[in-house]
Each structure stands twice: as C-alpha cells, then as structure tokens.
Nanobody
C-alpha cells in the first residue's frame, strides 16, 4: 500500500521558491514524527527537516532559515516550503515517517535549481 505521495517539485532559478506536498495515507498521521528527505545520484537519503506531532521542528544546517516544514492533519498532508533555493538543493525530495519505513519510500518529486 502506498503511504506517501510527493508532489510540487520543478525547475526553479536560484533564489526562487517551491512548496512541496506529501499526501499521507496513514490513519496515525497526527501521531507520528514525519520528515522530508532528499537524495542525489549515488548518495543515500538525507534528512532535511523533521516535524513532531506537537509541532517541534528540526532542520539540516544548510537549509535552516530557508525551509519550513509543516503538517495539516485535516488534509493528511505534510508540506515543505523552500525559499531562497540554491543549486545545491537540487535533488529528489521524499517524505517518510521517523524512524524511516524502508518499504514506504514513494516516487519522490524532483527539485532542480538552475539558471
């Protein structure tokens, strides 16, 4: 069963913004820790932002102040607002529960930052 479906990626110029969405098909969405990850070719998934059920957030140092993670439990959706994007943010972005469910990785959404 597909648990996470990511969308919202695209091609954007440096300094631009994107808002990613992750539709979550789990009934416990309001009670689980969720995170956004990204992956570039040849590398493992890396966590960029984490969101706890009580609203606490944590960010990778390189995205702190530029990215904002949030969730809407009424829509069962996790979001990632990305501002002031840089070429090094180029990657496929995924959402997943924490600890990660290896079988639950979705198809991801490609973010490309380029002029």
């Amino acid at each position: 069963q597909v648990q996470f479906v990511e969308s919202g990626g695209g091609l954007v110029q440096p300094g631009g913004s994107l808002r990613l969405s992750c539709a979550v098909s789990r009934t416990d969405f309001s009670r689980i820790i969720m995170a956004w990850f990204r992956q570039t070719p040849g590398k493992l998934h890396e966590a960029v932002a984490t969101h706890t059920p009580d609203g606490q957030t944590e960010y990778k140092d390189s995205v702190q102040g530029r990215f904002t993670i949030s969730r809407d439990v009424t829509k069962n959706t996790l979001y990632l607002q990305m501002n002031n994007l840089k070429p090094e943010d180029t990657a496929v972005y995924y959402c997943n529960v924490v600890p990660v469910s290896r079988s639950a990785w979705g198809q991801g959404t490609q973010v490309t930052v380029s002029s």
